[in-house]
């Protein structure tokens, strides 16, 4: 379950569920073209705790890049390195599934910055919501996904980072380490740094946020 706060918009909570692509399509769809006079959003999850003003986030959008619809932090386990296992094998140079700052390690949708007037705009996001196009991509990359928005983010992010705004990891500091204790130790650190102070913890897995 997501919250979604925006300019001129009541709070609302999205009920996609994980791994539902056809869910994920409406949901979005709902806020691109119902939802018109809206211009901005900043979806969250539950499981946050905010240590900044969270009207400070909006000001991220003023720091989109032209071409950029969405502001999203990356991913901080090696949870995609695993999921791309297949196409990283094919393709030993890629940077698909690497860690920051030089790799690809995917994104996570724990806080999420949606542009709705720059996603109508772009004709190559709207293009990549058909289904085909994302059925194109799954068998590039041999995807299959199961956290929903944020696999799709993703996996349109390896072909397209120039639709993503990447937020500082003080934006969606996630404190999960499942994948630490699950083959990746020798590497995990590489993607849970995070460096400065930080505005929002994401304890995502249940894992217990920290006390004041």
Same mark, same amino acid.
């Given at each position: 379950c997501k919250v979604c706060v925006g300019s001129g918009m009541a709070v609302c909570r999205s009920t996609s569920r994980k791994g539902d692509n056809n869910c994920f399509v409406? %949901? *979005?769809?709902f806020f691109l073209f119902v939802l018109s006079e809206i211009t901005q959003i900043i979806q969250v999850d539950l499981d946050l705790k905010y240590k900044a003003n969270i009207r400070d986030l909006f000001e991220e959008f003023d720091n989109f890049q032209e071409?950029?619809?969405?502001?999203?932090?990356?991913?901080?386990?090696?949870?995609?390195? %695993?999921t791309f296992w297949q196409y990283r094998r094919e393709n030993p140079q890629t940077r698909v599934g690497e860690p920051p700052p030089d790799g690809l390690p995917g994104?996570?949708?724990?806080?999420?910055?949606?542009?709705?007037?720059?996603? /109508? /705009?772009s004709k190559l996001?709207?293009?990549?919501? $058909?289904?085909?196009? #994302?059925q194109k991509l799954t068998e590039k990359y041999h995807f299959k996904g199961h956290l929903g928005d944020q696999d799709f983010f993703t996996m349109v992010g390896m072909e397209h980072p120039e639709l993503f705004h990447v937020l500082d990891c003080t934006w969606n /500091?996630?404190?999960?380490?499942?994948?630490?204790? %699950?083959?990746?130790?020798?590497?995990?650190?590489?993607?849970? /740094?995070?460096?400065?102070? #930080?505005?929002? *913890? %994401?304890?995502?897995?249940?894992?217990?946020?920290? $006390?004041?």
């Open positions: 409406s %949901h *979005y769809s071409g950029a619809v969405i502001g999203i932090a990356r991913e901080m386990q090696p949870v995609y390195r %695993h994104f996570n949708s724990g806080v999420l910055l949606l542009n709705l007037e720059a996603m /109508r /705009r996001y709207n293009q990549l919501l $058909e289904p085909g196009m #994302v /500091r996630q404190l999960c380490t499942w994948w630490k204790d %699950h083959g990746y130790s020798d590497v995990f650190d590489q993607y849970f /740094r995070c460096d400065g102070e #930080v505005k929002i *913890y %994401h304890g995502n897995c249940n894992t217990p946020i920290p $006390e004041d």
